[in-house]
T-cell receptor, first 113, second 116 residues
């Protein structure tokens, strides 16, 4: 069965520092992978997605993610974090059978001044 | 871009009453809609998948008689929490797509349900 693991429940970074959020997936074939961001009390916004092709994917708000098949990972990165990036980040995989999306547990990002 | 409106944003109801949550695609026709439930500080758990004009498909463990889903048109799906109890208090989020094969989903802003 498909699954997504986000090892870090929360991460704190200083404003202006670089960021990497980890995501590992379990899937039998080439997965469809996503990163979403959720602000408190809000819905989810898609940051980026990977279906095929170039393994380095560019997203909105300066985020990028790299698909590494050998490590079953799809880590999210940003070179310089802004205070407005503080939010909950979810990694997700597109599941077969009904085109459902399976979400990881999420990583809460805190940004300190 | 694709916009999904979810209403209400928050609702408080008494135990035993029913609450209806609406999910509308404003600028596209959504052939498939999904309903999720999110407990505090937890991830989204898929409750059900609804396709326009057919019965919803519920995930294992979700009571279909308690969580009634109606997808009567290509722009509207509703989730009705029947005979609500405090344990039903949660954040409910819908997503809609016109392109499920490419996972082109748009999420609503969610509904905070509190049952007292």
């Amino acid at each position: 069965a498909q699954s997504v693991t986000q090892p870090d429940i929360h991460i704190t970074v200083s404003e202006g520092a670089s960021l990497e959020l980890r995501c590992n997936y379990s899937y039998g074939a080439t997965p469809y992978l996503f990163w979403y961001v959720q602000s408190p009390g809000q819905g989810l916004q898609l940051l980026l997605k990977y279906f095929s092709g170039d393994t380095l994917v560019q997203g909105i708000k300066g985020f990028e993610a790299e698909f590494k098949r050998s490590q079953s990972s799809f880590n999210l990165r940003k070179p310089s974090v802004h205070w407005s990036d503080a939010a909950e980040y979810f990694c997700a995989v597109g599941a077969t059978g009904g085109f459902k999306t399976i979400f990881g547990a999420g990583t809460r990002l805190f940004v300190k001044a | 871009g694709a916009v999904v409106s979810q209403h209400p944003s928050w609702v408080i109801c008494k135990s035993g009453t029913s609450v209806k949550i609406e999910c509308r695609s404003l600028d596209f026709q959504a052939t498939t809609m999904f309903w999720y439930r999110q407990f505090p500080k937890q991830s989204l758990m898929l409750m059900a998948t609804s396709n326009e004009g057919s019965k919803a498909t519920y995930e294992q463990g979700v009571e279909k008689d308690k969580f009634l889903i109606n997808h009567a048109s290509l722009t509207l799906s509703t989730l009705t929490v029947t005979s609500a109890h405090p344990e039903d208090s949660s954040f409910y989020i819908c997503s809609a797509t016109h392109d499920s094969a490419n996972y082109g989903y748009t999420f609503g802003s969610g509904t905070r349900l509190t049952v007292v």
